[in-house]
Structures are given as C-alpha cells and as structure tokens.
C-alpha cells in the first residue's frame, strides 16, 4: 500500500491541500445515508473505516474501526458506486483555500446524482464531475460521460463536495458560490474530492471504440457515467481536523502530512479491515438486484457462482468483469434502485440547479424493482445452465 502524501501547493494556508490514497475493503448494498437500516441500495464500493453498516455510524464508532488508509488520524469512510471494473487507485483530497472551520464531528455527505441519465440531469455548477482519460487533455462533449476511445493510462473520474455545513444542524451543507461564499449560517469547511482510476486494460485489453464497455451499478446504460455519486461519513479525530484546517498539507517530499495525537507519520493499520455485517446484504451484482426487487430480502435465491455469499475478508479490488468483446458488448452491472432525497441533502441549492441533480436518488415504481428482480434471475439461471452444459462438455472431451 501506498504512503499517505500530503502536498502544500505554494506557499500559505490559501494553497494547501492534502492527498490520501485509500484501498476498498467491501463491496455492499448499503446506504447508511440515504436508506439507513437497509440492504435495498444499489452496490457501493467502500474504503476507509470498516467501521460501517446499513446502520449510519458516528465519528466515534468510525475511529473505533480498522482503517484501509495510511494516516491513523483519518478513519473516515468512503464509498462510491460500484462497477467491476477494478480500482487502480482511489485517492480523496482536501483543499482548505476558504475554509474558516474544521471539518464536524458525525458529518455524513453525498455528491452527485445517482438518478442522472443524461448530461442535463448530471450538471452542476461546482461538483466537477467529469470523466476522462488519465494523463489526457481531451474532454467528451458531455464531461459526465465515460469516453469513446481507449484510454492510454487508466480511466479517470472526479467528483467534488459541498464545503459549507450549517454549524448547528450538519445535516445541511451546500456548496460555496464563484466568490467561495456559503450561503447565509453556513461556515467553509476544507473541501473535499474524490479521484478514482480504474484499470480498465484488465478487463478490456482491446480496448474500445464508441460506448464505453463499462457501466455503473445507479444505471441501467453502458458508458454513460452520469449517475456516478460519492458519500462520505466523517472519521477524523478532532484534534487532526483542527490541525488541516490550520496547517494544510505538506510537501512531498519531505513527507509532511496531517498529523495528530494518533500519528504523525504514515502508519498501515495493523488490524485487517473486515464486513462488519457479513450475513446481511450482498457483495454480488446480481443477488443485490434481486434483494432491491424484494425490498432487502433474498428471495428463491440461485445457488451458483454467480451469486457467492457476502465475503469476510478484505477485497483488495473490486472484482474484475469478463467482458465480450469491448465494442460490442459491456461489462454486466446491476440497475439502480433509486431512493428518496437523503435527508443530509441541504435544501439549500445553487441558483439554477434542479433538486435532481443534487444528489437526490427518486424512488422506482415497484413495478420497475421488479421487473430487475426477475431479469437478474433470468440471467442468473442462464449462467448456471451454461456452467453446466460446459461441464458436461468437458466430461465428454475426457471419455473420448
């Protein structure tokens, strides 16, 4: 695992930021933010503190937990949507340029769309969400879509956070307008973003032309990218919290990073991060689909590969897909169920954005849940069928 770095961009408090890198440890149907209580989520890949359920944790109860970071100071959690494409390398920064607060204490935030469809329903002002090649300069028309051609290094995505919270009630926060002013009772926080690259060349080799063979678990098309959203639950110690908001980050070369009372230089957990709730829920795309369709219960369940019981053990990368050939087909993922507004979603908007596109998830029609229910065990059983018919075919090779 890669040291925790921290970067001083310039000179003063006006220009620190910091990087941390992040290994996954779960891939879940939960939501503790949005359908707290549930396994009804579409899938998330989670980093960070293994302190999490379908229960929403405290900060406390985070930094109670085993970390997949490398600063013992942070045991926040991180997750974002799921696709099994694996994760080269999932970082988050924070920029304290406006800030005038440390990050709170049982903070919990989403960003971007999980219902978007469409480049419209994707825009906002200032989360910066945008899909690209890593290392390239070239953007697609719409920036919220994956691109139509190979990518040299990895497949990139960033996404930015609110940085204003309301003091008194953390469950509202907003972004800061083009001046970086909160809105009226918000306070700036150090802002955070999130930076994943995915090793698409392991599961495309060929790689691709046009539709992106790739697709998210909030949507139901292939390389379209624009349902892709981030939640984070807030595990920094207070005293460390203070210290970014004063100190920023440091250089790289050096190795300066956000210390605390708990470390002061890049320490690996010495614990192994672990689902916390390995019997509830799922870890697979198609069993997570039937368990939205029946409202967080397994129902007739297929016994095959397809369908593993949920893992105890660390996942060290998402899993990785088998796809057809690249520009024709995508790599299978599940249709999200969406869910109402989360309640942390502050009801305070930047002019001109739609409630849709602020992190808003719609609830689908029961109908919809399931007709992907059924559709999910169809192909379950497909798959099932034809693992047996190959083997069948392999004890034949061996008779003659």
């Given amino acids: 695992m890669r040291s925790l770095i921290s970067i001083l961009a310039g000179a003063g408090l006006a220009s620190a930021w910091t990087e941390l890198h992040h290994a996954p440890f779960m891939n879940k149907n939960i939501d503790a933010?949005?359908?707290?209580?549930?396994?009804?989520?579409h899938m998330h890949t989670f980093f960070g503190s293994d302190a999490i359920t379908n229960v929403l944790p405290t900060s406390a109860e985070l930094q109670a937990g085993c970390y997949t970071g490398d600063n013992p100071n942070d045991l926040s959690v991180y997750y974002t949507t799921f696709t099994e494409v694996p994760i080269f390398r999932f970082s988050t920064y924070y920029t304290n340029s406006f800030a005038?607060?440390?990050?709170?204490?049982?903070l919990a935030m989403i960003s971007g769309n999980a219902s978007a469809t469409s480049q419209s329903a994707a825009d906002h002002p200032y989360n910066d969400l945008e899909w690209f090649c890593e290392g390239s300069e070239e953007r697609e028309t719409d920036i919220a879509k994956m691109p139509t051609s190979t990518c040299d290094q990895h497949l990139q995505v960033n996404l930015r956070f609110p940085q204003c919270v309301n003091p008194d009630d953390h469950s509202e926060y907003d972004f800061a307008d083009e001046s970086e002013t909160c809105p009226e009772g918000m306070v700036a926080i150090p802002q955070l973003r999130y930076r994943v690259l995915y090793d698409t060349k392991s599961v495309a080799p060929e790689g691709w032309s046009g539709v992106a063979p790739f697709q998210l678990s909030c949507s139901d098309t292939p390389g379209d990218g624009y349902c892709f959203h981030g939640d984070f639950i807030n595990g920094w110690f207070e005293d460390a919290a203070e210290n970014m908001l004063i100190n920023g980050g440091g250089g790289y070369d050096d190795g300066q990073f956000i210390a605390g009372e708990h470390g002061d230089s890049a320490i690996e957990a010495s614990c192994t991060a672990v689902d916390r709730d390995p019997e509830g829920g799922a870890s697979d795309y198609y069993t997570s689909l039937e368990m939205m369709a029946d409202g967080g219960e397994l129902v007739d369940p297929v016994e095959s590969e397809s369908a593993p019981?949920?893992?105890?053990?660390?996942?060290?990368?998402?899993?990785?897909?088998?796809?057809?050939p690249a520009t024709t087909d995508t790599v299978s993922t599940p249709t999200q169920t969406s869910s109402p507004a989360p309640s942390r979603t502050s009801s305070r908007r930047p002019s001109g954005t739609a409630s849709t596109g602020y992190g808003n998830k719609?609830?689908?029609?029961?109908?919809?849940?399931?007709?992907?229910?059924?559709?999910?065990?169809?192909e379950a059983a497909t798959r099932a069928l034809k693992q047996a018919l190959d083997a069948l075919d392999a004890l034949d090779a061996l008779e003659d």
Avoid: F, L, M
């Fill in 33 to 41: 933010i949005v359908v707290p209580g549930t396994y009804t989520s």
């Fill in 100 to 106: 005038t607060a440390a990050i709170p204490q049982d």
């Fill in 309 to 324: 019981e949920p893992s105890t053990t660390v996942e060290t990368t998402t899993p990785v897909a088998t796809p057809a």
């Fill in 362 to 378: 719609e609830t689908c029609t029961s109908t919809t849940k399931r007709s992907i229910g059924q559709k999910s065990k169809t």
